[in-house]
């Protein structure tokens, strides 16, 4: 049996009467002023290497976990507001402001980007860490004058609940594809997210329609079983019925979905993808061992460990998604 027996067992003792908390436990990795800094960076060094946008109104992030923090560094490099999706509030108000100083200490040191030995499973890799040069002194002292400091700080305090409060920084927790509106979004980025999503078409179309025309996604996406099986790629392996008696009632269990489905749905939504950058590693499963949902994945799925996906809203994209949104009604519609 591919699945841990381990996780078998947890998986199981979450449908037991008082021990859904398991379920809700906290995300990880964003109490760290640090990985916050690393993992923004790294979106932003990539957006520049494709010659996409690095400097933005809008920021959404999908998924920010137990802080703001990699909202907060998106700020701190100059974007003008920030909203923040989660499916729960886990982040700490006095913790964020605490992250605040920690990274602006960061940003004004210029400190080099954390690498892959203090982190190595944040993904992607880049071909240098140093400070990005095309956030230059000039930009930086207009980013962190002590006047929008001062805003960010009472943001923080007191943030938006909802993005139409148009505050500077907005928590919207648990959110709805509905949440924000049509074309209003420079960027909409996530970290490690879009594994757990379960309406990944909705969402993507979602994404989509929050995008000003020219605007800009970036995703990196594990498509790891997460320690459930023994394989890294073992999830696909499994049976519906045995990965829902291991995975359980955990809040964050993953949907499975490949590669070549997130690429699929950023195209059916009428984004343009700029860059993917795979990581990839030999597979622990054979074609013969596939659960038959899963007889479909490609060669490169089956090698592909994590990505970063980026894409740009088509400015011809609003008709494309809506004849998408109808026939993704339809029998054919991805799940």
């Known amino acids: 049996m591919t699945v841990k027996t381990s996780s078998l067992i947890v998986g199981l003792a979450t449908y037991l009467p008082g021990v859904p908390h398991l379920s809700a436990r906290k995300t990880g990795g964003t109490v760290s ?19 996409l946008p690095t400097t933005f109104e809008t920021v959404v992030e999908l998924g920010p976990g137990d802080s703001l923090g990699t909202g907060l560094a998106a700020m701190l490099s100059g974007a003008d507001r920030y909203v923040a999706l989660d499916v729960a509030q886990y982040a700490d108000p006095a913790r964020d402001l605490q992250m605040l100083e920690d990274l602006i200490a960061l940003f004004r040191n210029r400190t080099p ?15 240098s860490y140093a400070f990005p040069d095309f956030l230059t002194a000039a930009h930086l002292d207009a980013a962190l004058t002590s006047a929008r400091l001062d805003r ?47 309406d990944l078409p909705g969402t993507y179309m979602g994404m989509a329609r929050w995008l000003k025309p020219g605007g800009v996604m970036s995703h ?48 059916r939504a009428g984004c343009q993808i700029v860059s993917d950058e795979r990581a990839l ?55």
């Open 152 to 198: 960010m700080h009472a943001a923080l305090t007191n943030p938006g609940t909802s993005p139409s409060d148009a505050r500077l920084i907005c928590y919207a927790a648990p959110w709805t594809v509905g949440t924000i509106g049509n074309a209003v979004v420079d960027l909409v980025f996530s970290q490690g997210v879009l594994q757990f999503v379960r």
């Open 33 to 51: 002023a640090r990985y916050c800094y690393t993992v923004w960076l790294r979106h932003l060094c990539m957006l520049h290497q494709h010659s």
């Open 220 to 267: 990196e996406i594990p498509f790891q079983s997460l320690g459930i099986t023994k394989e890294w790629n073992g999830h696909w392996a499994c049976s519906d019925a045995l990965w829902t008696l291991a995975t359980g009632r955990r809040r964050h269990a993953n949907n499975r979905e490949p590669h070549s489905t997130h690429i699929a749905l950023m195209q």
């Open 113 to 127: 980007i954390p690498d892959e030995l203090e982190f190595p499973l944040v993904h992607p890799p880049l071909p």
């Open 281 to 335: 590693r030999r597979s622990r499963i054979s074609r013969a061992q596939l659960a038959p949902r899963f007889h479909h994945l490609t060669d490169e799925d089956l090698i592909t460990s994590s990505a970063l996906m980026q894409a740009v809203k088509r400015a011809s994209s609003i008709v494309t998604q809506r004849a998408n949104e109808q026939s993704a009604t339809g029998p054919h519609r991805l799940k």
